[in-house]
């Protein structure tokens, strides 16, 4: 049974940080790529951040770009997104999922889910 378990999240004021990871369970992890997606109130998920299976490619959603860095650790099972400089419109439910392959930046390729962390950013 595949298990990908976010924490991290958390109430912080803008211009704050966080660390969010995602440790995951019953996978082959080093063979599995990872995202992050969010999704806001009343909206649709979007694409936060991407992470190759080996780490040495990364991908970002334009408005995480010189803001947030995605890494991941193969031997503890476990990709983080650091968030730096947060701002209100960062608020959401943050999701991480795995992959075997397929589009890095489409919700469908992923074939496994976490219940999501909530981020929330005050003004």
């Known amino acids: 049974q595949v298990q990908l378990v976010e924490s991290g999240g958390g109430v912080v004021q803008a211009g704050g940080s966080l660390r969010l990871s995602c440790e995951a369970s019953?996978?082959?992890?080093?063979?599995?790529?990872l995202g992050w997606f969010r999704q806001a109130p009343g909206k649709d998920y979007e694409f936060v951040a991407a992470?190759?299976?080996?780490?040495?490619?990364?991908y970002y959603g334009a408005f995480a770009k010189g803001r947030f860095t995605i890494s991941r650790e193969n031997a503890k099972n476990t990709v983080y997104l650091q968030m730096n400089n947060l701002r209100p419109e960062d608020t959401a439910v943050y999701f991480c999922?795995?992959?075997?392959?397929?589009?890095?930046?489409?919700?469908?390729?992923?074939?496994?889910w976490g219940q999501g962390t909530q981020v929330t950013v005050s003004s």
């Open positions: 999922a795995a992959q075997d392959g397929g589009d890095y930046f489409l919700r469908y390729s992923y074939e496994y």
């Open positions: 019953g996978l082959t992890f080093g063979k599995f790529a």
């Open positions: 992470i190759n299976w080996r780490g040495a490619s990364t």
